[in-house]
């Protein structure tokens, strides 16, 4: 998507009644007038947040063969479902900004839109089950509650719906972690590698540093976001070590000391040049993740055609009735 595009010319009176209406905490609905740039900055990462959830259904679908039990394959299958739903609805809202989301889908097969980063790092044992629904739905949820609380109406009551979801899919995967961690010595071990991994990639799905966000300003202002990258990164951060702590895992990181004056759990410098190296598509699975969504689109062509071809006969049908 165009990073810098020319900042359209809005009639100053309808921007300002829309920032009035903002300021007041008015939610914004798809038929109200509002900025180009709001509806183009909602539309990106909305868009991005579609895809995250679609691509987020491979690391944990290539496990649902091997899950340990048939209840653990239950839950895998569920919350792998859920997330479709997510990408579903989240494409639905991008869709009453006017966007087509056959042109979304296009964006994200030929490699010019985002997901998250955490979606191209391998799923290299059981335990990583755990892990994910742990830390990157226990991150989504931090993010997303927020999200909650957006300006934009379609946007905002997704994310209450959604958020409700990930609690369960967080809840299952420290559940996972913990019977691990309770486990066998080579159990633990498995889980403890697992998080060791997915640590800082976790940390990574709230974005670069507030200093480097360039879209954080705009969307502050217009209250689509309500807390910073790092606040939130943070939050998480609080939340999350506790519960490591609780189950005899240990984070890894060095530096990570409980300042009691501000009630943070400080962590060290995370390394952002890995960071801007998965954006680039240049992370351990980032052309394996584009690679099976190209595939599966591909095998979904017969059924997108079926489901047309019975759409224009049910439409030509209630038109002769109506006739
Ligand atoms: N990965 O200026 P900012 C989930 C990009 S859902 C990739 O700070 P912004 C559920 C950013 O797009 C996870 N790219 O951007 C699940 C921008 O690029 P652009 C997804 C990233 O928008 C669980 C550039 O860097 N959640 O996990 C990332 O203000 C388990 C500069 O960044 C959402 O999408 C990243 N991590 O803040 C599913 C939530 N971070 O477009 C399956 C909604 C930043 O200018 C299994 N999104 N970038 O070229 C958001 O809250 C925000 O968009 C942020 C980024 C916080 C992600």
Redesign the pocket.
């Known amino acids: ?1 165009d ?1 810098n595009p020319p900042v359209p010319t809005e009639d100053p009176a309808l921007l300002a009644a829309f920032e009035a209406r903002i300021a007041a905490g008015e939610s914004i609905e798809p038929k109200d007038w509002m900025p180009e740039r709001y509806r183009k ?1 909602l539309t ?3 868009s ?2 579609a895809h ?2 679609i ?3 491979l ?2 679908g290539n496990w649902i063969t091997r899950a340990p039990s048939l209840r653990r394959k239950m839950s895998l299958i569920a ?2 479902q859920d ?1 479709a739903g ?1 990408g579903l609805y989240i494409y639905c809202g991008t869709e009453t900004l006017g966007v087509d989301r056959h042109e979304l889908v296009e964006a994200l097969l030929d490699g010019r839109a ?6 191209n790092y391998p799923t290299l044992s059981w335990a990583d089950m755990g892990v ?2 742990w830390l ?2 226990g ?2 949820i931090v ?2 509650t927020v ?1 909650a609380k957006a300006s934009y109406g379609p946007y905002a009551r997704a994310m209450v719906r ?1 958020c409700k979801e ?1 609690n369960f ?1 967080k809840r299952q995967g420290y559940e996972i972690c913990s019977v691990l961690a309770n486990g066998t010595p080579e159990q633990k071990a498995m889980v403890q590698e697992a998080f060791n991994r997915f640590w800082w990639p976790s940390l ?5 540093s ?1 200093t ?5 300003a705009e ?1 502050l202002k217009w209250r689509v ?1 309500r807390k910073t ?1 790092d606040e ?1 990164r943070q939050r998480f951060v609080n939340l999350t070590v506790p519960q490591a702590i609780a189950i005899g895992i240990t984070v890894p990181d060095p530096d990570m000391a409980f300042d009691a004056d501000t009630g943070n759990w400080e962590f060290g410098e995370i390394d952002w040049s890995e ?1 801007f190296e ?2 680039k598509g240049n992370g351990p699975c980032n052309r394996e993740r584009l690679d099976a969504r190209r595939k599966a689109h591909a095998d979904g062509e017969w059924v997108r055609a079926a489901a047309t071809a019975h759409a224009e006969k049910q439409k030509a049908r209630s038109s002769t009735a109506a006739a």
């Open positions: 998507m990073q900055q990106r990462m909305m991005q947040h995250s959830e691509v987020g259904m690391p944990e919350k792998v997330e997510h985002k997901y998250s980063s955490i979606f994910i629904g990157v739905d991150a989504a993010n997303q999200l959604i990930e899919h990574m799905m709230f974005g670069p507030d480097d966000s360039p879209n954080s969307l976001k990258n939130l960071f998965v954006l």
